[in-house]
Each structure stands twice: as structure tokens, then as C-alpha cells.
């Protein structure tokens, strides 16, 4: 038993290892510029030895996409908590969270939300988090009398349209950042949510 321990905790190091150095290749070479050979290089192996711990190229992006959704889960599950009543609020905290975590890491979040890579389909397993996330952000607004679950998908959509347009022609500033709360209170008077209340009025 302690040394199947042991070649378990080795192996789960060693992916973790492969898949950090992943990360670094993505980020210096783009998402499509991956290679097994760029990746073996920075753990010191040979790329053919990566095959011992995934299948593919395509299994080490799933393996990065599921972490990446599991990062922004973890991010935003605990503060569900403390989110306003408000549905209006509550929209304009949702969206500059999702906002600020794409911004922060460009190349995670194209793995996540755009389709680079030629034939990748992240498997069910590493797609779950994007799925709980979703059915968080519905019951969150729905809670907040939002019941059309394709409402908040508009909103996501704006968000994500304001993302794409940040990293594109912005990388790095606050052009389009400056833009979501006007876009977030154009979507929510266009589904009939009332203004937040004044400061005053939460008094």
C-alpha cells in the first residue's frame, strides 16, 4: 500500500507539473501554439513519456479547461451569499466578476469561452463546472424575480462581447471595463428590472 501511495502522489505531481507547464506555453505561444514537444521540454521529459499521463494534446486542454472552470466556480460560489436582493445589483456584481477573471487571464478564458482549437469538445467531466455555473447564475436571478432563464443569457452574452472587445483592442486598459455598468443597466431595462434603490432608500 505505501507504494502505490507513493506512485499515486508521484503521478498526481507529475500532471500537475505537465499541466502548469502547459499553462506557460499557452500564455508565451497562444492556445493553438501548444505542442507536446514545448510542454515535455519544461518538465524535463520527452514528448513522446507525456502520453504515460494523457491520452492527447486534446486530453491535457480538457484537463486545463476543467480547471479553469473550476477556478471561476471557486471564485464566485462563496460570495453567492452576499450578493444584493437587488436583482439589478446583483446583475452588476455578477458581471463584473466574470468580467474582471476573464481580463485577468486572457488565454484561460479564450479556453474557456472561445473555440480555438481545431476539433477540441472538452469532455463532461471538465464541462461540469461551466454547467453548475450556469444553473448558479439562473437560480441566482431567478431568486431575484428573473424567471426567463434566456434573460440572463443575454446578459452573458453582452458581458462576454464586452471581454472579447477588452482583449482585442484594449489589452491591458479599462476601455470597454468602463462600458459595463452602462451596458449591464441597459440590459436590465430592457427585461424590466427596477432601478437599484438610492442609498437612502436601503437606509
Do not use: C
Not at 450556469?134 to 437560480?139: D, I, K, V, Y
Amino acid at each position: 500500500m505505501p507504494n502505490i501511495d507513493r506512485r499515486s502522489r508521484l503521478r498526481s505531481q507529475t500532471r500537475r507539473e505537465i499541466l502548469d507547464a502547459a499553462w506557460e506555453v499557452a500564455r508565451a505561444a497562444g492556445l493553438t501554439g501548444l505542442t507536446l514537444r514545448d510542454v515535455a521540454a519544461r518538465v524535463g521529459m520527452r514528448a513522446p513519456s507525456l502520453y504515460s499521463h494523457f491520452d492527447s494534446k486534446h486530453a491535457i486542454y480538457d484537463a486545463m479547461f476543467g480547471e479553469a472552470w473550476t477556478a471561476y466556480e471557486e471564485a464566485v460560489t462563496p460570495g453567492r451569499a452576499d450578493l444584493p436582493a437587488d436583482p439589478r445589483g446583483a446583475a452588476h456584481l455578477v458581471a463584473r466578476g466574470f468580467f474582471e477573471f476573464a481580463v485577468a487571464e486572457p488565454v484561460r478564458y479564450q479556453l474557456m469561452n472561445q473555440r480555438l482549437i481545431p476539433g477540441f469538445e472538452p469532455s463532461a467531466e471538465s464541462y461540469a463546472p461551466a454547467v453548475r455555473i450556469l444553473e448558479l447564475g439562473h437560480a441566482v436571478m431567478a431568486e431575484r424575480g428573473l424567471a426567463d432563464p434566456d434573460d440572463f443569457t443575454i446578459l452573458i452574452a453582452t458581458v462576454g462581447g464586452l471581454i472579447d472587445q477588452q482583449l482585442a483592442n484594449d489589452p491591458g486598459g479599462d476601455r470597454f471595463s468602463r462600458m459595463l455598468p452602462r451596458a449591464v443597466d441597459l440590459w436590465a431595462d430592457g427585461v424590466g428590472l427596477p432601478p437599484s434603490p438610492s442609498p437612502e432608500d436601503a437606509s
